[in-house]
């Protein structure tokens, strides 16, 4: 397909003032079929970008640049047209200015190089929640990528018809060729003072230059589904979230839905796919990193996942921690700096067994395998950050509804982070606000693995509802906006809200392993249950200062190791004194960020959590 396809005058318009500006060579109209990935995953193998894997079929292993392997959040920026508007938590620059500083860039830009347009769809394609954008892009690897994340081509113009809404998302790798010139195989990206992710909140518009890396460039995901979508959400009156959408089975055959917060790197894709340890309950997947949600006729609250493919962190993944994410990643799947085997496999740390022979590391440097499944720190075989990008539909527990266009109805949102003191497994809010409230302090406890300066261990590194990375407007508004939807709910079809953690440590308990008191992974099931349990109103928690938590004997305990029996009621009962630090590190260095766009209703909530752990 070429422009003159395009019947939608406004695309059309937009799509040749790019081409004016950045100058490509070619200009590609995506059709998303089979073909046109085959062909341009072809043109990456032949340029020497992707390895074709022998042991996966139709699978592919591309190596970025060094400096180029993760989300850049200093050069990222909400320019809305207030910095009020993008809030504290957000990087501003006011959008005249970044317009003409990008513009600058990306001018002549694409020289060389073939500029694709992929139209695509957030969601199932024609349903009431879904939006559609259009990425302009001048990398191959974007559009494959794009394939499997959202869902591309001809449908979605069909959809658009002449005159629908569409999100434009520009995108350059910002790296022109001179006459002759190719890439030779090497990743292309501009220096890192040169990259800018950029949204213009009022226009919905998402300006991205510089990387060719995941959330930076795949604008599907982080850029439109959380960052912009998040403002059209609170305009519109409903919630673009961080999350995972998982289904819960109970042994009679009961189903509930549960979405669930937690910071990058927390485990949401392993908990999106969990297998369970007790018998006779069932996980499947809905989605494992964006939920949005929308009040339905009958006043619950339904999501969809809008992305159609998991873009998923490999070292750490295994049998053990995630068998189905492996099984999703066996075929038809992008690995993007993971270690090549020599036998034409990829492999990363903590896989789950060690390599064997000579493998490539994600630099390209062939060097002898360890004896161990891990590296020393900075000798990654895979690169931390190493990812695979699989269709959802591969996922053997993938949930037959998960495309449904209406949506799934909730009855739990979890939140949660890594906290080694402090926070109980699980405990549950007393209402709607204080499941905001326990939201807006999700947080990391800064380990010495995370940070070179020792002052900062033991601190809080908050991450408000996992968004804060991914909140297209100000965070004290977004608080706000949660607070307004649950009062103009049917409070008895609100989703329970709860709070839980698997990272309590201990230590000096050798018997640990890792020091973790909360086994984790497929035992997280355990508290799952009792959250499904508790859905349905059963008699099992007590009331205490900081919310309802376990009563003794409601946790599934059977087959549970000994070990964690015996850490079990440290872990499900109130730390006074912590939560009493909590309450203070909250009100002098957490909440006042937020000046005047704090609600009332959060400090309320506050006060009220001091005087019940002081009463
Ligand atoms: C992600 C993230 O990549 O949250 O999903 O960082
Ligand atoms: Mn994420």
């Known amino acids: 397909m070429t422009i003159n396809d395009i019947k939608h005058p406004k695309i059309k318009a937009w799509v040749e003032e790019v081409v004016k500006m950045c100058q490509p060579d070619d200009v590609y109209v995506c059709d998303g079929s089979q073909a046109e990935y085959d062909r341009l995953m072809k043109k990456c193998v032949d340029s020497g970008l992707a390895t074709p894997l022998a042991k996966k079929p139709n699978s592919f292993l591309f190596r970025s640049l060094p400096s180029d392997v993760a989300r850049v959040e200093n050069r990222t920026?909400?320019?809305?047209?207030?910095?009020?508007?993008a809030g504290p938590t957000n990087n501003w620059i006011n959008p005249d200015e970044l317009k003409a500083t990008m513009t600058g860039l990306y001018t002549g830009c694409m020289k060389g190089r073939t500029m694709y347009v992929i139209p695509f769809c957030m969601g199932p394609v024609g349903s009431s929640i879904s939006k559609n954008g259009i990425e302009l892009t001048d990398s191959e690897y974007v559009v494959l990528n794009m394939h499997i994340m959202t869902r591309v081509g001809t449908k979605v113009l069909d959809v658009l018809g002449t005159d629908g809404t569409f999100v434009p998302c520009l995108h350059s790798v910002g790296k022109p060729l001179a006459e002759g010139e190719t890439d030779g195989g090497i990743w292309p990206c501009?220096?890192?003072?040169?990259?800018?992710?950029s949204h213009f909140p009022e226009e919905r518009l998402i300006w991205s230059y510089g990387s060719g890396y995941g959330g930076n460039a795949l604008l599907g995901k982080k850029?439109?589904?959380?960052?912009?979508?998040?403002?059209?959400?609170?305009?519109?009156?409903?919630?673009?979230?961080?999350?995972?959408i998982l289904k819960l089975t109970n042994p009679q055959g009961e189903v509930k839905y549960i979405t669930g917060a937690f910071p990058s790197a927390c485990g949401k894709t392993n908990l999106a796919m969990l297998i369970p340890t007790i018998p006779g309950w069932k996980v499947e997947t809905i989605g494992d990193d964006i939920a949005w949600m929308k009040f339905g006729k009958d006043g619950r609250l339904y999501a969809i996942n809008p992305e159609a493919g998991f873009f998923g962190v490999a070292p750490g993944t295994s049998a053990e921690s995630n068998k189905n994410a492996?099984?999703?990643?066996?075929?038809?799947?992008?690995?993007?700096n993971c270690a090549l085997t020599e036998d034409g496999d990829v492999w990363w740390e903590q896989i789950g067994y060690p390599a064997k022979g000579k493998?490539?590391?994600?630099?390209?440097?062939?060097?002898?395998?360890l004896p161990k499944d891990t590296s020393p720190k900075g000798?990654?075989?895979?690169?931390?950050?190493?990812r695979f990008t699989a269709p959802a539909a591969q996922c053997p527990c993938i949930a037959p509804e998960w495309e449904n266009p209406e949506g799934v109805p909730i009855s739990a949102i979890l939140f949660g982070g890594r906290r080694p003191s402090t926070v109980p497994l699980v405990h549950q809010s007393r209402n709607w606000n204080h499941g905001v409230f326990l939201g807006s302090i999700v947080g990391s406890e800064i380990t010495a693995a995370s940070t070179i300066d020792a002052s900062q261990v033991g601190k809080i590194r908050r991450d408000p509802f996992a968004i804060l990375p991914f909140c297209?407007?100000?965070?004290?508004?977004?608080?706000?906006?949660?607070?307004?939807?649950?009062?103009?709910?049917d409070q008895d079809k609100l989703p329970k809200i709860f709070y839980v953690n698997w990272f309590r440590k201990d230590d000096d308990n050798k018997n640990l392993p890792g020091g973790f008191m909360w086994p984790g992974y497929s035992d997280n099931s355990r508290v799952l249950a009792w959250i499904f349990d508790r859905c349905n109103g059963a008699d099992n928690a007590i009331d205490t200062p900081i919310g309802f938590m376990p009563k003794e004997g409601s946790i599934n305990t059977d087959g549970l190791a000994d070990h964690y029996k015996k850490t079990l009621p440290a872990i499900t009962s109130v730390d006074k004194e912590g939560w009493l630090k909590e309450v203070?590190?909250?009100?002098?260095?957490?909440?006042?960020?937020?000046g005047s766009h704090l609600p009332k209703e959060l400090v309320e909530c506050l006060d009220d959590l001091e005087k019940r752990l002081n009463s």
């Open 223 to 244: 850029c439109f589904a959380l960052r912009i979508a998040s403002v059209i959400a609170r305009d519109e009156g409903w919630l673009a979230e961080h999350m995972l």
């Open 77 to 85: 920026f909400i320019s809305s047209k207030t910095q009020d508007a």
């Open 359 to 369: 493998l490539v590391d994600w630099k390209g440097n062939t060097r002898d395998a």
């Open 326 to 336: 492996l099984i999703s990643a066996e075929k038809n799947t992008i690995f993007t």
């Open 584 to 594: 203070k590190d909250v009100r002098e260095n957490h909440y006042p960020k937020f």
């Open 190 to 197: 501009a220096d890192i003072e040169n990259k800018y992710i």
């Open 472 to 489: 297209g407007y100000n965070m004290g508004d977004y608080f706000s906006h949660w607070i307004k939807l649950g009062a103009k709910a």
């Open 379 to 386: 000798e990654e075989f895979a690169h931390p950050n190493a």
